[in-house]
């Protein structure tokens, strides 16, 4: 491709609300360019790096079994509605209505419509197992999208659905998918892990996210040097100290003026935090069957812990969670910074499994300036629910081996579920087994988002100059420069040199604009293709062009009649170091 027919440009400033550093070099280097919040249009150098993305993708899905196929971007509501998700998915989900007033929705994901091919296609056990996916575009009206490509509300995604007639078929192909999605990213250039994470909207008995590092990552991953474990804080687990066996001792009230946090009532009364009841408000935003309700959730942790939003919204079957009002606090008999489970009312009381095992600890006492010492569960007061509900933190320990966990910013760039029968079930996938008896299909998903994997690999493949791609994902092998100047005219050794590198398959972006050759040698670091050429006047006097490494300093003349074999054998020791990276994960 010649630059001077290339449909994008270079900006010299990235625009002021972009942030991320992925965001300000795609928009500088002419990959993307804004639509609207959350939507952007692809311009030929992004659309060329994501085909060849999808590419990586589509050789290790099909290489695991997997067919292409392709589905609808709207779904009938009807299908949406069978599953539940109609009701429990807010906001987010783009409804409309056609002209027949039937209610119709944006793909957010395909599990409804994979099924619902499914039950028209699958009749016997002997048509499984079956392992299908597709590229598609999915919307979802994300109220904070940021970062550019990194959130977005239009987006193109890959979606895998594995179908099996038993669960052992659905753990292999979960392990299948599982090493295939660290071979996509390790080709790709990104180095990743894999971490449980919570299954969400989607459902189901398992999930694994796939994270790369990084410090703009939304998501926080608690991470354990000594074993291995790896979760997305909102589900991670980790050791809770035991509290010291003690009776139950007489509740009493004491005086606590002006102490309305966890730390000021620690050090009032002089004791740990771990020695008090933390108390959180919120209210929960319920789905039973085709309506909405709403609940007062009064959630209790031990003072050393936070509440984890996810787990409690996962352990009351919320759709969503909000903090409570101060008067919606007050209806239920409870106080704002003096609140406990004690006397309350039309709440649901839900404490961490710490604050069960943890004795005569101090609570509110539901007014103003004033405490309860030696509350205990069970005796005073009796929970709804019991579960884990608390948040991990770095320092706290392993949940497997005990030693610290650490913490860290992901971005997740892919995701793997066990759905189980979740779908198969709501849409009627049945088929007949062995000995004539009907079973659901056990189903699995696995999704990759293409622009969100390309934004990870700019965000940690460039320099202070722009961009460098990894050989297997840049948009063009090569960048050739022609400068002008006095001497030998280097501009037909230029084009001619451009027709055999393409003769040869080379990839190659020509630069044969009118420009200073600081603009062009700018442009080049900023678009960040793996090699430069330059065919200047000096080199062509002694029968050399210039060859360079974007990721490193030197600079090597090459003979010109060499030049094409060195270039291809350049690509191919590229390539060669990027394949290098594959190592076989395993999965327990």
């Not at 804004?34 to 590419?55: D, H, M, N, V």
């Not at 008995?205 to 291995?228: N, Q, S, V, Y």
């Not at 029968?421 to 009907?438: D, H, I, P, Q, V």
Request: glycine fraction near 8%; charged fraction near 25%; aromatic fraction near 6%.
């Amino acid at each position: 491709m010649r630059m001077t027919r290339l449909f994008s440009q270079t900006l010299r400033e990235a625009p002021a609300e972009s942030e991320a550093v992925s965001h300000q070099l795609l928009l500088r280097a002419g990959f993307i360019r804004p639509l609207a919040t959350g939507i952007f249009s692809y311009l030929p150098l992004a659309q060329r790096a994501l085909t060849k993305i999808e590419r990586i993708i589509r050789e290790e899905i099909e290489a695991i079994g997997g067919q292409e196929i392709t589905m609808p971007v709207v779904h009938p509501a009807s299908l949406w509605k069978e599953t539940g998700r109609w009701f429990q998915i807010g906001a987010e989900m783009g409804r409309f209505r056609d002209r027949a007033d039937r209610d119709l929705v944006l793909a957010m994901t395909h599990e409804e419509v994979i099924a619902d091919l499914v039950r028209k296609e699958i009749r016997s056990y002997r048509q499984l197992p079956q392992l299908l996916f597709h590229f598609q575009t999915k919307w979802r009206d994300d109220p904070r999208p940021r970062a550019g490509l990194i959130r977005v509300r239009e987006f193109t995604m890959k979606d895998s659905y594995s179908l099996d007639a038993d669960w052992e078929g659905l753990d292999r192909q979960y392990r299948a998918h599982y090493q295939a999605y660290f071979n996509i990213f390790n080709r790709c250039g990104l180095d990743v892990i894999a971490v449980a994470s919570d299954t969400g909207m989607m459902g189901g008995a398992m999930a694994h996210e796939f994270m790369t590092l990084l410090p703009i990552g939304e998501d926080t991953l608690m991470l354990c040097d000594a074993c291995g474990y790896a979760a997305n804080r909102q589900v991670a687990t980790f050791h809770k100290p035991h509290s010291a066996p003690e009776d139950p001792l007489p509740l009493e009230e004491i005086a606590t003026p002006n102490v309305s946090t966890i730390a000021d009532l620690a050090a009032f009364l002089d004791i740990p935090a771990a020695r008090t009841a933390k108390a959180v408000f919120l209210v929960a935003t319920v789905a039973e069957e085709e309506r909405e309700t709403t609940r007062f959730i009064f959630a209790v942790a031990r003072g050393d812990m936070d509440v984890n939003e996810t787990k409690l919204a996962n352990a009351v079957h919320a759709k969503a969670l909000r903090p409570a009002l101060e008067e919606e606090i007050r209806a239920i008999g409870a106080e704002p910074g003096y609140g406990s489970p004690l006397s309350v009312h039309d709440a649901v009381v839900i404490v961490d499994d710490a604050i069960a095992s943890s004795p005569n600890l101090v609570a509110g006492a539901n007014r103003i300036g004033f405490h309860l010492r030696n509350v205990n569960v069970g005796r005073d007061f009796k929970p709804d629910i019991i579960a884990d509900i608390a948040a991990a933190e770095a320092g706290d320990g392993c949940p497997q081996c005990g030693a610290p966990l650490r913490a860290e910013r992901g971005v997740e760039v892919g995701n793997i579920f066990k759905l189980g029968t979740r779908y198969s079930e709501a849409l009627g996938c049945l088929f007949e087994s062995g000995n004539k008896e009907m079973k659901p299909v056990i189903m699995g998903s696995y999704g990759i988002g293409i622009g969100r994997a390309l934004a990870c690999i700019a965000e940690v493949h460039h320099d202070d100059q722009g961009l460098r791609w990894p050989i297997s994902v840049a948009p063009y092998q090569v960048q050739l420069v022609v400068l002008g100047g006095k001497g030998i005219d280097a501009l037909p050794v230029a084009d001619r040199l451009y027709e055999e590198l393409c003769a040869a398959g080379v990839e190659v972006l020509y630069d044969d604009r009118e420009a200073t050759p600081g603009v062009k040698f700018n442009d080049a670091d900023l678009i960040g293709l793996p090699l430069r050429l330059t065919v200047a006047p000096r080199g062509l006097a002694n029968g050399m062009v210039e060859l360079k490494h974007r990721d490193r300093q030197e600079r090597e003349l090459v003979p010109l009649e060499e030049i094409i074999a060195r270039i291809e054998a350049e690509i191919v020791a590229l390539e060669t170091a990027l394949n290098a990276r594959l190592t076989t994960r395993t999965f327990s």
